[in-house]
């Protein structure tokens, strides 16, 4: 356990109560002269180039972007962060495809659970919009746990002291002004956060100079950006086939879709995000192959605070957790506010519940996750298995969802079906806890009747069955 931190406790504490109180204040005070349902839930839809911009991105990215690519690069190498990069940014075209589309078919919407309720049943709406939520709930928990563990890392600051600040500031203001409060907070936070990140590139190749390379990484571990590393290959994939396929499910891009005052201004915030995405998850999953490359014993998830770090600094201590906090309640707002748009727009046709005030209920429900998300957090769980989980349904949905757009002949059994059986063959393949075994491999069926290859790689089997078997059963119903 570490015993020597890089600022008191009191100094961190007062810099994560200062700035969130900023950040409350900032969303509440932006809000409060207009509060209809319109911009709750869609910011009025009149949102324009440079806010809907900061907020595509900023909510793009989250305090995960510290320790997932870091980690990652470690093992999976350069491949792992082109998947991961790709992975994160890659919804932004799509959206810029499927959101004129939506946008015209169903202009007054402001989700896509609401277009899937009215093209299928209520049975097969009802497992999309539980699985979206199971994903967003589980995106909260490990966001608020990735600051608390970051500030514990820096100052020794309990855990539970970080996540009770950071979820009691950002539902005073999310739950009060909704989608508008998240937006306007965005576009500040996406500042920070673009400031931050180059002057700790900037800091980090001055300090380090010539280990901050290709060449060195190429030196000290070379089969980390070898095209025939086949790790790199399956990382590089998994991560895109399995980030892509959340961030398609995420509500918070469908609000912001809806949100743009126009779809010209739709499609150029979606190409910018795009753009600025991928350089920065890059820089990431770099600078976790370069620490590990300087000291192989280093945490991977750690790599990128190591190399800022290295010198003991106090300004560059507050300057990261300044960077944790902007990424984190950037993430944050838009999970509370897309949760309980959902709730808001689709709880009548879930519940039928008569005389009901869904704001307020979204409200509850929304406190409550939360109390379970800062449980989470304060507990330090590693829910990195929970992620992959959920990561693996997003991808059991993705293909027969969105070919549902064009193919109008795709009906509820058909698709029920095919997302049944793409999970199935899912879960056959996901691996245990330990990523020793699955349930066919080791389990129903010896480990050692199976190829290497296929034991090594139970996650990215998993994920690849998963979005890949629907389109099996697609074709055997002899859709056209």
Sequence with gaps: MQNTYFISQTTSLTLVIVISFIFAYLGYYHSRKSRTTSDYLTANRNIGVFSLTTSLTASALGAWILFGPVSASTWGGLGSIIGYSLGTAFPMLFLVYFGKKIRSEFPKGSSLIEYLRRKFGKSLFKLVLLMTIFYMFIFLCAEVTAVAVLINYVSGTELWVTALIILLSTL???????????????????????????????????????QFSFEFISQKNPQLLSMSYLSSYTAGLTFFIAVAATNLFHQGNWQRVYAAKS???????????????????????????VA?????????????????????????????????????ISTVDTLINAISSLIIVDGKATLSLKKTNYFNVSKYIIIFLSLISFIVASRGFDILYLFLLADLFCCAFVITVFYSFYNKKINEKTAYTSIIVG??????????????????????????????????????????????????????????
Excluded: H, W
Aim: include cysteine.
């Design 172 to 210: 005073c203001y999310t739950l009060y002004g909704g989608l508008r409060a998240s937006i306007f907070t965005d576009n500040i936070q996406m500042i920070v956060i673009g400031i931050i990140l180059i002057i700790s590139f900037i800091y980090i190749n001055s300090s380090i100079g010539s």
């Design 423 to 480: 999970l199935f063959g899912g879960i056959l393949m996901f691996p245990s806890m330990d990523f020793s075994k699955s349930l066919l491999v080791g389990g129903i069926l010896p480990l050692e009747i199976f190829n290497p290859f296929i034991s090594q790689s139970l996650l990215f089997l998993s994920f690849v069955t998963a979005t890949f078997l629907p389109i099996i059963v697609l074709k055997f119903t002899k859709i056209k």
């Design 292 to 328: 590990f490359s300087i000291d192989e014993t280093v945490r991977p998830d750690l790599g990128f605070f190591s190399l800022l770090l290295k010198n003991q600094s106090i300004l560059i201590s507050l300057t990261i957790i300044t960077l944790g906090l902007a990424l984190t």
């Design 263 to 289: 779809f010209k201004i739709l499609k150029s915030s979606l190409i910018i995000s795009f753009v600025i995405i991928i350089p920065i998850v890059f820089y990431m999953g770099f600078a976790g192959m």
